[in-house]
């Protein structure tokens, strides 16, 4: 089915990295559709090339880029510019029926049904059900909704500052008008709802179809090892099992199939020649976020803390002692 398409989006390369997995765990689960990722100018070039290796369609739009009055409108609210980056879903009129998912999802079997359900559709929020979340929905891409949408953003805000309570009070009547667009709580599972109810988990929790790491703390937030390929709880984690479970899926899918994706684009930048890698942004924001990534690592050495800190709070020294080679050794040493 060529004229469908799963949609996500990330604005960052941080983003990228749950865009890949959850991506990675489509195609892992033979999906029919195509997948498509939403991303914005600040995405570097090594990044979209990875994009590229799994998503049919990496599509750059900008943060603002609509041509009318209604932009000029948005421009003063700069805090709906991410609620609007979602909002782009409806402009791929080249599909006629799209799932939206967020980046910091990840399917866990085949989900194509979705595509039988009708816009708006979306399953419950977990923390107030007549509102539906909006990490996981059915959509029909067309420009009218899209300006109806922007002019809607324009002249209400959000609610909750983000797409969701915009969403939610454009698609108002998704409470009470029709069941058929209430998708199951298992195609939005929030890892965090988990706890909330823990028999109903218990219960039903295996037919999980789709869970979403909502909330402060993404997957990649986490401490994996590499080596025993175990998620490293350090007090700071309120460690559920079923919490633990799914954040190792996550991982387990980030170190089989992005990981060395990640190290591939890494060898050709290394093999470009010297002027060209210190020319090529791309190449530094890649091993910066790489290198986020790598913070996440267990250190052989413990890392002091003012250094850490400098890492953590991205100030890195690119051509000095943080430089790529240093970041590249770092990483192999934990990868072989
Ligand atoms: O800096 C960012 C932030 C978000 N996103 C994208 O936007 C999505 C939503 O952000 P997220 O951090 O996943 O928000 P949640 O923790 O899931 O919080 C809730 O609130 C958001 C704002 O209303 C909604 O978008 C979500 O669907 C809803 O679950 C992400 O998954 C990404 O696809 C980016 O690309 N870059
Ligand atoms: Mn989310």
Redesign the pocket.
Known sequence: VTDQAFV?????DV?CQ??LVLGQSLRNHRTSRKLAVLITPEVSSGLRSVLRSVFDEVIEVNVLDSADSVHLALMQRPELG??FT?LHCWTLTHYSKCVFM???TLVLCNVDELFDREEFSAAPDSGWPDCF???VFVFRPSLKTYNLLLQFAAEHGSF?G????LLNSFFSNWATADIGKHLPFLYNLSSSAVYTYVPAFNHFGRDAKVV?F??AT?PWNYKYNLQTKKVMQDGTIDGSLHQLSFLSLWWNIYSASILPLLEKLQKMEESEPEECKVTDKGVNKVAHSVSELSIHFKPQEPIPEDERKKWEEGRIDYMGKDAFEHIKKKLDAFLH
């Open positions: 996500t989006l990330a604005t960052n983003y749950g865009a991410v609620t979602k967020d980046a910091d979340n909006s990490g909750d983000g797409d969701q309570g979403h909502l909330g993404k």
